[in-house]
Nanobody, 127 residues
Framework: QVQLVESGGGLVQAGGSLRLSCAASGRTSSNYGMGWFRQAPGKEREFVTIISWSGRTTDYADSVQGRFTISRDNAKNTVYLQMNSLKPEDTAVYYC????????????????????WGQGTQVTVSS
């Protein structure tokens, strides 16, 4: 079992920045890719980004490419999501999730392929 706890959400003006954190505990010795998803009211959960266990491979949704950066510190069992140039359409609950490696690029974009989820943290971007 792996437990994930997100933090760092909040209210920010458009153009601002936030950094989300996802702390993992439990069986973190296994190799997991770590992803971020988001879900806005009335919408489906959508893929944001993923980082491999080694940190060498990342992938981003087109909507956040160039504005968001994912990173991880395996010594601290923590994954980060730096969000810059935030837009009102980025408003959502953000979830981190763990997926066992190996995974495919396409598979990493599908929520049901993930093994563990955090409880989510709200991000609200005002215009």
């Amino acid at each position: 079992q792996v437990q994930l706890v997100e933090s760092g959400g909040g209210l920010v003006q458009a153009g601002g920045s936030l950094r989300l954190s996802c702390a993992a505990s439990g069986r973190t010795s296994s190799n997991y890719g770590m992803g971020w998803f988001r879900q806005a009211p009335g919408k489906e959960r959508e893929f944001v980004t993923i980082i491999s266990w080694s940190g060498r491979t990342t992938d981003y949704a087109d909507s956040v490419q160039g504005r968001f950066t994912i990173s991880r510190d395996n010594a601290k069992n923590t994954v980060y999501l730096q969000m810059n140039s935030l837009k009102p359409e980025d408003t959502a609950v953000y979830y981190c999730a763990a997926i066992r490696q190996p995974y495919s690029r396409a598979g990493a974009m599908v929520p049901k392929n993930y093994n563990y989820w955090g409880q989510g943290t709200q991000v609200t971007v005002s215009s």
